[in-house]
């Protein structure tokens, strides 16, 4: 199923496009087409559009260096882009004063979580992938799951009659916490949680 001529994904996107309850973003409403299939294998929440990457071209996960990893742990995982839908737990690009990206505002992701909770409604992945805790806690709000990343990254966990794997994000801040090799060892076991997923559909 695409999301092309989905009466209630095109007026989810009309939605989205109006809204500008964030003082303080760059309003980009990164949500559309070119997010993925509604009936996608995994849906993958990360933490907001970059400026360099998905605020610059309208499409999550390209561009920029964030993006290039996205993409490589794909392969590591032996995941098909063309099955996954990638959305972000905030749909504007949070910026500083200085205009650099920075982390969104519990305030932010609050008036961002319908948005949220009604891509989770719509794309019948059977699993969901949260990159990075802000990711994580925001699914945690829609429906509880108890997971927390550092001791939770990996594991395939039951959430809302679905598989939920919670990652580190894909940015190159995140070796800081979970070196690289790490992270391409956990993608490789998400994969294998997919094909499993998959296999029993």
Known sequence: ??????????????????????????????????NGPLDADVLFVAEAPGRLGAARTGIPM?????????????ADA???????FITNAILCNPLSESGNNRRPRASEVAACRDFLAAQVAL????????M??????????????GAELASHVGRAIDWAGRTLVPLYHPSIQSTLSRPHELQRRDWRRLGKHVRSVLRQA
């Open 1 to 34: 199923m695409a999301t092309k001529n989905n009466p209630d994904f095109e007026t989810l996107c009309a939605q989205v496009r109006k809204c500008y309850a964030c003082s303080s973003m760059n309003h980009v409403h990164v949500l559309g087409d070119v």
């Open 62 to 74: 390209t561009s920029d260096v964030t993006g290039r990893r996205f993409h490589a742990f794909l």
């Open 78 to 84: 032996r995941v098909v882009r063309e099955r996954v």
């Open 123 to 130: 794309v019948h992945a059977p699993v969901v992938v949260a």
């Open 132 to 145: 990075g805790s802000v990711a994580l806690e925001s699914l945690g709000r829609i429906e509880p799951h």
